[in-house]
């Protein structure tokens, strides 16, 4: 089993940062891989981010590419989020999977946090 506890989201203007993080517990640090994942109100869940487990390799989603940053230390995962967008606003959730997995599909994600709400006015 693995567990994630989410922090870091709230309301930010647009243009500005915020920094989610993602504590995970129960397994190996390094076996577990996370992807992050948002939802819109109306909207399907969408991939935004992963890192596999040992850090070596991320993915983004095209319309975050150069604003946001995933990494890990200390058994914490971090999305750092700049230049933050109106459309950028929804509930983001932190997701882990200790198998082989297609970073983008949320499918393959076994663990999933409660989620946290970034609101991003304009």
């Known amino acids: 089993q693995v567990q994630l506890v989410e922090s870091g989201g709230g309301l930010v203007q647009a243009g500005g940062s915020l920094r989610l993080s993602c504590a995970a517990s129960g397994r190996t640090f390094s076996a577990i891989h996370i992807g992050w994942f948002r939802q819109a109100p109306g909207n399907e869940r969408e991939f935004v981010a992963a890192?596999?487990?040992?850090?070596?390799i991320t993915f983004y989603e095209d319309s975050v590419k150069g604003r946001f940053t995933i990494s890990r230390d200390n058994a914490k995962n971090n999305l750092q989020m700049n230049s933050l967008k109106s459309e950028d606003t929804a509930v983001y959730y932190c997701?882990?999977?200790?198998?082989?997995?297609?970073?983008?599909?949320?499918?393959?994600?076994?663990?999933w946090g409660q989620g946290t709400q970034v609101t991003v006015s304009s």
């Open positions: 890192i596999t487990g040992d850090g070596g």
């Open positions: 997701a882990a999977t200790t198998d082989a997995f297609n970073p983008r599909q949320a499918n393959t994600y076994t663990y």
